[in-house]
């Protein structure tokens, strides 16, 4: 038996896999894990991805991913670092989801130039 890490209520883990019990697997149904990549001779540019993963069901693999590349410019880092501490290894709602893609797009999803 082990505890629930959103409502502590006691889960076995011969039911789920998950570290959330069946009510918060469906109260919280993603949970997302920011991958920075970088590839040798490319300055100046972060990209990665963030792997999304649910919570529904006991999967042991992403079952999606969102991809971000920006320029590299102090702020730009800064305010990436700060959206990536906010949301790294959280379990988040439906709504958060949809916020989180639409801020991922619009604020660090630029083209780049050659």
Same mark, same amino acid.
Request: net charge positive; with cysteine; glycine share 8%.
């Given at each position: 038996m082990k505890p629930c890490k959103? !409502? =502590? &209520?006691?889960?076995d883990p011969k039911i789920t896999k998950n570290d959330?019990?069946?009510? !918060? =697997? &469906?109260?919280?149904?993603?949970?997302?894990?920011?991958?920075?990549?970088?590839?040798v001779?490319?300055?100046?540019?972060v990209f990665g991805r963030v792997k999304i993963y649910t919570n529904l069901k006991p999967e042991d693999y992403a079952i999606d991913e969102l991809r971000f590349v920006f320029a590299e410019t102090d702020k730009n880092r800064k305010e990436f670092y700060e959206f990536r501490e906010k949301?790294?290894?959280?379990?988040?709602t439906e709504k958060e989801f949809e916020a989180i893609k639409l801020e991922?797009?619009?604020?660090?999803?630029?083209?780049?130039?050659?």
């Open positions: 959103k !409502c =502590g &209520k006691t889960i959330t019990c069946p009510e !918060c =697997g &469906k109260k919280y149904p993603y949970f997302l894990s920011f991958i920075e990549e970088g590839y001779g490319v300055n100046d540019v949301w790294d290894f959280k379990d988040v991922l797009k619009k604020r660090f999803n630029e083209p780049l130039k050659n």
